[in-house]
């Protein structure tokens, strides 16, 4: 998938001076004592000497770049457009950690950045772990003819062509993506992991000091090993299922201990068993430090020796409309997926199964079963299988 979309595993984004400005003769400078020009993950109180201009909102150093990005730690909003190259831009390239470039050919930061651009290209290129997206953008929606886009140069294309560069560009016409991403300089990175959070961001490499790419990459590098070890320490804090899977387990899944254990860090794996119509199958109880329910059930498929079915009944466990078990009610859930719930037979004869597919994988919600149309009952169990076809309990 990186090397189909070039760098498709995490996200960042650089964008390059204030929109705001018209001219500015100094570019790749800073001349602020407390630059605005470190990676940040979360955004603190700017420094005394900041500056708000009115109407602005953004707290900025001297040279106009911001102290913070507003969408710290929010989901990347949904891309779209035509890459540099004539394609079309495929958001489900972005699947893992991704640096993303915004900027523009207008931009003299931008221009600045360029060399420091193409050397971070080229070093994410030896990561398998990474991924790099740039996106072109106009300083604002005012500004997005050929002409002040791309100046001499008429597109990326050509500009790439006359620089020698190459790496994935996708086209922001009318500045609606650099909107949506609420960019206020450019060059601007964020850092997006792969669920689509956005997890850190900063401006221009080229007034960084040191040595800009290989300091960022080292930023890089520590924040996602801080996020696996919070995730290892708190597990509970990322657990999850829905229609693409539980934690990390995802798609057909070898029914093993070494093979469970890496879709389920930080927690306790116990060999358990569980009866149906008089006979015994193997399963794994996934247990969380300190606790004696299970976070989840793992049951096999035993003739391929695959996993069959994830179930949850732990409240902790967050669905894909954010909904928990014990608190969810039946209403909550959207129109168009009650359309997908049936009475269930067998064990679950006196319950509602709501089911919902992903290509093969099929995920289901466990509600009791209403007894009047003013019953609104409560979510009681999660379940997703990588295979199809709904399970006949």
């Known amino acids: 998938m990186k090397r189909a979309f070039y760098a498709a595993a995490s996200l960042l984004l650089i964008a390059a001076c204030n929109p705001a400005e018209t001219a500015d003769p ?3 400078v800073s001349t602020d004592p407390n630059p605005a020009t470190r990676f940040i993950t979360m955004n603190a109180p700017p420094p005394n000497t900041a500056i708000v201009n009115e109407g602005d909102n953004v707290a900025r150093d001297a040279d106009g770049r911001p102290y913070g990005y507003d969408l710290l730690g929010q989901p990347l909003p949904p891309l779209s457009g035509q890459m540099a190259d ?6 489900d390239m ?11 050919i207008w931009c003299g930061d931008c221009l600045a950045d360029a060399p420091y651009v193409a050397a971070l290209v080229t070093a994410i290129e030896q990561d398998p772990d990474l991924d790099f997206l740039s996106i072109h953008t106009p300083a604002n929606a005012n500004r997005a003819t050929v002409e002040e886009m791309f100046g001499k140069y008429g597109s990326v294309a050509n500009y790439f062509a006359d620089k ?3 790496y994935p560009t996708l086209i922001d016409d009318d500045a609606s993506i650099r909107e949506a991403l609420k960019i206020s300089w450019t060059p601007s990175y964020l850092l997006v992991d792969p669920d689509g959070i956005i997890r850190g961001f900063r401006s221009d490499l080229s007034v960084a000091g ?6 960022f990459l080292k930023d890089v590098a520590k924040l996602k090993e801080d996020l696996r070890e919070s995730e290892i320490e708190n597990p509970l804090q990322q657990a999850s299922i829905g229609p693409e899977g539980a934690a ?6 070898p029914f093993n201990t070494d093979a469970i254990r890496g879709a389920f860090p930080g927690y306790q794996i116990v060999p358990d068993q569980i009866s149906a119509e008089g006979e015994n199958y193997p399963v794994f109880n996934i247990m969380a430090e300190g ?6 059930v793992v049951e096999s498929s035993w003739s391929l020796g695959q996993v069959y079915r994830v179930t949850t009944r732990h409240p902790d466990v967050t669905g894909p409309l954010g909904e928990h078990i014990g608190s969810f009610r039946l209403s909550e859930l959207p129109e168009l997926a009650r359309k997908g719930c049936t009475e269930g037979a067998n064990a679950y004869a006196d319950k509602l199964l709501c089911s919902e597919t992903d290509g093969e994988a099929l995920f289901q919600r466990v509600f009791n079963k209403p007894e009047s149309e003013e019953d609104n009952p409560v979510l009681i169990q999660m379940s997703w ?6 399970p006949s309990e």
């Open 26 to 28: 100094q570019h790749g």
């Open 210 to 215: 040191g040595e800009p790419v290989k300091d």
């Open 248 to 253: 990390r387990l995802t798609g057909a899944v």
């Open 385 to 390: 299988l990588p295979g199809t076809g709904v």
């Open 94 to 104: 972005l699947d893992t950690w991704t640096v993303i470039d915004v900027w523009g």
């Open 164 to 166: 020698g560069y190459s």
């Open 86 to 91: 004539g394609s079309t831009f495929d958001p």
């Open 291 to 296: 606790q004696e329910t299970p976070v989840y």
